[in-house]
C-alpha cells in the first residue's frame, strides 16, 4: 500500500470509513488485511483463539476400545477448534469456529481451482501471481516423502492415473512430518489465515472473538445494512460500519442471510470424501505428509490421507493408526442442499454416488498395487468440509461481485459464492477472490 489513506491534503488526518469482517478463515482474513488502512477494521470470529490439538494420540486410541467415541460430533470436546454438524442424511459436515477458521484443520493443500469462476468470465490470474509473491507456495517437497509415499505415487504411475505433486502452503524446512496438519501445525510450518490476521491487527484492525452474528439490520429505505446483531458472551451486543463483508463459511454466511431476511440458493455443495483403507503393518502414514499428490479424475480427486474422524468414530478403522494405509477420494458433488439453523440439507445425488463408487474402484486398484488383498480393505465415513454455492455468482456478477438481492453496502467473501463445487482444497482460489473483492469494495467505497 502506498501512502497512508488516514493522512489527507498537508498532512490532515482523514477519519476512515468503518468496515466490519465476518469470520477469520481463508476469505475474511485477507479481506481485513487488504481493507485495513483503506477503511478502520473489526473482525468479528465467532469462535475463540485457535489452540492446537495437544492430547496423547496413543492414550486417545486405546479409549476407542472402551466405546466412548459414540458419535463424530463429540471430536469438539477433544479439539473445540472442530466442529462437526450433521446433515439429515447423516453425513458428517466439518468446520473450524476459531481464529483462523477451517485454514487451520486443512493440510495446506492448495491448488488453484477456478475453472468454475473462469466459466463466468472472472480471471484471478493477477490475484493468484500477487499471492505467490506474498505466501510460500510450494510443489518441490518429494525430498521430504517417506518410502511409502512415494510407493504409492509409483503405483499410481503404473495404472496411469497422472499424479502429481500437491501445491502446498507449507515451509517444509519447519516440517517434522507428524502428520497432524488438521489437528493444528505445531511448529508453524503450515500457513493459515491468522497470519493475515496478524498484519492486519499491526496496522491497525480490531479483532473480537467468541462474537457470534445473529443477523443483520437492514435499512430498505436506502438498501445498506446499518447494524450487525452479535452475541459474546451470553450477551447481545451491536456493531455499525460503512462497509460490511460476510465471510463466515459455506454453512455459516446462509444462516446469516436468512436470518436477516435475505434468500439463498438451495445449491449446497460440500465436496465429500470418503477414504479406502487397509491394514498395512508399518504404514506409519499417520506421520506422514498428509495428500502429498494428487490425481484428477472425472468428477473426484484422489490422494494418501489418514482420516482421524474415521479412525476415532468408525468401528471398521480398528486398527493402529500407524498400521493403516488410506487413500482420499474427494468428490465434486452437485449442488443441491441447503444449510440452514436446524440441521444441513444435503444429501448424496445417483451421479455423485456414481462417481463415489468409481472412485472405490480406483482406490482399491492403488491398494492391489501395493500388495492388499481386495477382501481387507474397509471404508471410512463420509464426511465433508468444503461446503459452499449457496449464494452463487453469476455472469451478471462478474465485475461487480455484488448479488442483487444483498444491501449495497453487504459484500460476501468466502466459498457461498463459488458457482460450482471444485472437489479439491479451495484455500489458494478463496484467497484470490477475497483480494480482488477487496479491490472493488475499496474501489466502490473507500
Not at 57 to 77: N, P
Not at 401 to 407: I, T
Not at 408 to 436: C, H, V
Amino acid at each position: 500500500m502506498q501512502g497512508d489513506p488516514a493522512q489527507g491534503q498537508k498532512g490532515q488526518a482523514v477519519v476512515m470509513k468503518k468496515a466490519i469482517v465476518i469470520g477469520s478463515g481463508a476469505g475474511g482474513a485477507m479481506m481485513a488485511r487488504e481493507l485495513q488502512g483503506h477503511f478502520q477494521v473489526t473482525v468479528l470470529e465467532a469462535g475463540g483463539e485457535f489452540q492446537a490439538f495437544s492430547l496423547n494420540m496413543k492414550k486417545l486410541a486405546g479409549l476407542r476400545r472402551t466405546g466412548l467415541f459414540l458419535d463424530e460430533r463429540m471430536i469438539s470436546l477433544l479439539f473445540p477448534a472442530m466442529r462437526v454438524q450433521k446433515a439429515a442424511s447423516g453425513m458428517v459436515l466439518v468446520h473450524g469456529r476459531c481464529t483462523g477458521g477451517t485454514t487451520t484443520l486443512a493440510t495446506g493443500s492448495a491448488p488453484r481451482c477456478d475453472q468454475g469462476l473462469k466459466k463466468l468470465g472472472i480471471d484471478l490470474d493477477l490475484e493468484f501471481a500477487e499471492l505467490s509473491r506474498e505466501i510460500t507456495l510450494s510443489t518441490d517437497h518429494r525430498a521430504y516423502w517417506s518410502s511409502l509415499t512415494s510407493s504409492l505415487f509409483d503405483a499410481c504411475l503404473r495404472l496411469g492415473f497422472d499424479p502429481a505433486p500437491t501445491a502446498k502452503l507449507v515451509d517444509f524446512s519447519r516440517c517434522t512430518r507428524c502428520g497432524h496438519c488438521v489437528l493444528g501445525c505445531p511448529t508453524g510450518a503450515k500457513w493459515d489465515s491468522r497470519r493475515l490476521l496478524s498484519e492486519s491487527i499491526a496496522r491497525g484492525a480490531t479483532l473480537k472473538t467468541n462474537c457470534q452474528v445473529t443477523r443483520l439490520g437492514i435499512d430498505h429505505n436506502t438498501q445498506t445494512v446499518h447494524t450487525v446483531y452479535t452475541r459474546e458472551n451470553g450477551r447481545l451486543q451491536k456493531y455499525s460500519a460503512d462497509l460490511v463483508v460476510l465471510a463466515a463459511g459455506g454453512l455459516g454466511t446462509p444462516v446469516v442471510l436468512q436470518h436477516s431476511g435475505i434468500s439463498c440458493e438451495n445449491t449446497l455443495f460440500v465436496d465429500p470424501v470418503l477414504c479406502v483403507a487397509a491394514p498395512y503393518k508399518g504404514a506409519g502414514q499417520d506421520r506422514h505428509i498428509p495428500m502429498p499428490f494428487l490425481m484428477q479424475r472425472d468428477g473426484y480427486m484422489l490422494s494418501p490421507y489418514m482420516d482421524y474422524l474415521s479412525f476415532f468414530f468408525n468401528k471398521s478403522w480398528r486398527h493402529a493408526s500407524g498400521d493403516i494405509l488410506s487413500m482420499m477420494i474427494k468428490l465434486s458433488d452437485a449442488g443441491f442442499g441447503a444449510s440452514h439453523d436446524k440441521k444441513p440439507e444435503k444429501e448424496l445425488t445417483i451421479r455423485d454416488q456414481e462417481r463415489l463408487q468409481a472412485g472405490v474402484a480406483d482406490c482399491k486398484a492403488i491398494l492391489g498395487q501395493m500388495g492388499v488383498a481386495e477382501k481387507d480393505i474397509f471404508l471410512g465415513t463420509i464426511n465433508a468440509g468444503h461446503p459452499g454455492g449457496m449464494l452463487p455468482l453469476t455472469s451478471e456478477e462478474a465485475e461487480t461481485f455484488h448479488n442483487p438481492r444483498l444491501p449495497q453496502n453487504l459484500y460476501i467473501a468466502d466459498a457461498t459464492l463459488l458457482p460450482e463445487s471444485m472437489g479439491n482444497p479451495p484455500i489458494w482460489t478463496l484467497l484470490a477472490l477475497a483480494k480482488r473483492i477487496a479491490k472493488v469494495c475499496t474501489a466502490t467505497m473507500a
